[in-house]
């Protein structure tokens, strides 16, 4: 069982790693990037429980943060994942996941996610953030993230449960 889960979490939080990095960074759309990793990372809580998407969230992070175009400090999007991954497993009862709590879950997560990446910035002494930017890419990233949940978050939810149903929570 924990194979599996180990399994399923390496594979899709490495898909999102190397989507985002390598197609999605590429596209020229105004604003932000879409914010892969955070939707996906939203999905494996949402199907797997806040354990595991702390741990989705801490390898992702790592991820993205040894990447080559790396522009925050090593370590600033493990943590700001970490957090999201387990405050959405805890936060969300699984009677109450509806589309809309869904798609609520990962706009505010994707807009979070910019915002106290750029607050933990600013606190560690980076000088890339722009503070008057900081706004807009929040809610581009957030509607971003709103577009590429429906399709990742059933996905992963269809993997979880066909894969390992005893640990999706229904």
Known sequence: MIWR????I???TLLAVLVELT????????GATPDLVVV???AIALAMGPVQGAVAGFVSGLLLDLAPPGDTLV??????YVAIGF????VVDPRDRTVPIMMGIVGL?????VLVISGLDTMLGSDRVDWEQVPALALTSALYG?????GVILVVSWVVRKSTPEVFVA
Not at 109 to 113: C, D, L, N
């Open 10 to 12: 390496g594979t899709f």
């Open 40 to 42: 996906t990372v939203v």
């Open 87 to 90: 405050i959405t497993g805890v």
């Open 23 to 30: 197609l999605l960074t590429r596209l020229g759309i105004p």
């Open 109 to 113: 997560s994707t807009g979070a996610a």
């Open 75 to 80: 370590g600033v999007n493990a943590i700001v």
């Open 5 to 8: 889960q180990a399994l399923i």
């Open 146 to 150: 709103l577009i590429l949940a429906p």
